[in-house]
């Protein structure tokens, strides 16, 4: 029963990502970054599924595979992982260019669902047949891109579904629902948030997010060190994910160490690298906010940008996204220095090598964990801006008169 809730709950994580992302439009085109993104994430949730259920046979069963068969299921998630994440860095941007009538042939939009593809067909033969051109070859309308509003945020929600994949894979079949909470709680807290800034008097593009809105994912972040079946003492280390798709003859103690890392502290690596999401997903104005909260008749017929209303202050998207990481980092400074002094205060304790000592080593951990990680989503963050800037410029404008 655990293995059969389990895997239901990797695939309620996949297939949630991806209705997120059908939903803006984001899964659109044959572009390197889509095909990943529809791909990948399930296979590896497959060999996820499978590795899981080769661990569950008893070692009397074991003993008659061999040893990379054994090992084979969670390399090949590893294999996957990596690859997603090369081409998600590579080709970062989930958007789809509607073809014009100076495209040569007429396209559909990748893995398109019935009842879009004749309205598509319709659209193009229209822009063909119908559409005035200039001379020149310039078309008059400007072009339509699926998945431009939301191109930051779906950008970020790629990466921490990537990583979870592999984050759940060392946490074994029994965090699985932990690592399905987490991510529900996460939208949860996104949406209460744009909810709450949304209601104020808050410019969301010049301001940024709030000092309590990174408090709280730093909060989120500790509650699910102790969700995934963590506590900070040295006996609770899960040394057993060092060998989770390795036979255990290593030459260094880097990878299994790693690997102990990440199995760790899952929980911080998901919600720090989801930070970037404070700022862009208030941008969005989802069903959940407009249900919500009453609009204004000019909010109402103003123009939908989503994220990409930052993208015309580009000084003020870097600044937002420093002040971000730099937030998270302060908090987790200051919560390190809290267990510095607790340290200190109790250094005569009977139990100051059994509970303060280990407290404040594995604050110094989620410290290094949560600086490595918000730098990482500072610099993807910053990797998307430089090429959707690029991808803007190869748009062909509309013509002046």
């Not at 690859?83 to 958007?95: C, E, M, N």
């Not at 929600?157 to 699985?176: E, F, K, N, R, Y």
């Not at 040295?234 to 390795?246: D, K, L």
């Not at 005569?348 to 404040?360: E, G, N, T």
């Amino acid at each position: 029963q655990r293995y059969i809730f389990s895997t239901v709950c990797v695939a309620a994580m996949v297939l949630v990502v991806r209705c997120w992302l059908t939903h803006y439009g984001n899964m659109n085109g044959t572009n390197p970054g889509v095909v990943a993104v529809y791909y990948i994430p399930p296979l590896a949730a497959l060999f996820v599924t499978l590795h899981w259920a080769l661990q569950a046979l008893p070692q009397s069963a074991l003993e008659f595979f061999t040893q990379w068969q054994q090992v084979i299921m969670a390399q090949i998630v590893y294999l996957l992982i990596i690859l997603s994440l090369a081409v998600i860095t590579l080709s970062p941007l989930l958007v789809y260019m509607l073809p014009t009538r100076a495209d040569s042939s007429i396209q559909i939009p990748y893995q398109a669902k019935f009842k879009h593809i004749v309205p598509t067909l319709y659209n193009q033969l229209k822009v063909r047949l119908g559409e005035k051109q200039d001379p020149s070859g310039v078309d008059e309308k400007p072009p339509i891109v699926y998945g431009l509003g939301s191109v930051y945020s779906a950008s970020v929600v790629t990466l921490v579904s990537v990583v979870s994949l592999l984050l759940i894979l060392l946490l074994g079949d029994g965090m699985a629902p932990s690592l399905l909470l987490a991510t529900v709680l996460l939208y949860m807290f996104l949406e209460l948030y744009s909810v709450s800034v949304s209601g104020q008097e808050h410019d969301l593009v010049t301001e940024g997010p709030t000092w309590s809105s990174m408090i709280m994912l730093n909060l989120l972040s500790s509650i699910f060190f102790y969700s995934t079946g963590h506590q900070p003492t040295i006996p609770s280390i899960r040394f057993e994910s060092a060998y989770t798709g390795f036979y255990g003859d290593f030459s260094t103690f880097i990878l299994p160490g790693f690997l102990i890392w990440l199995n760790t502290f899952a929980g911080t690596i998901f919600f720090s690298l989801a930070c970037p999401a404070l700022i862009f997903w208030p941008l969005l104005s989802s069903a959940v906010v407009r249900w919500m909260l009453k609009r204004t008749p000019e909010q109402k017929q103003e123009t939908w940008k989503g994220d990409f209303k930052i993208f015309d202050n580009a000084t003020q998207l870097r600044k937002r996204v420093f002040r971000v990481c730099c937030g998270m980092i302060v908090i987790s400074s200051l919560k390190l220095l809290s267990a510095a002094c607790a340290s200190a205060l109790h250094r005569r304790h009977l139990m100051v090598w059994k509970i303060f000592a280990p407290r404040f080593v594995y604050e110094a951990a989620f410290f290094v964990t949560t600086s490595t990680c918000v730098l990482l989503a500072f610099l993807y963050v910053m990797r998307v801006d430089n090429t959707l800037s690029k991808f803007i410029k190869n748009l062909p404008t509309k013509k002046q008169n």
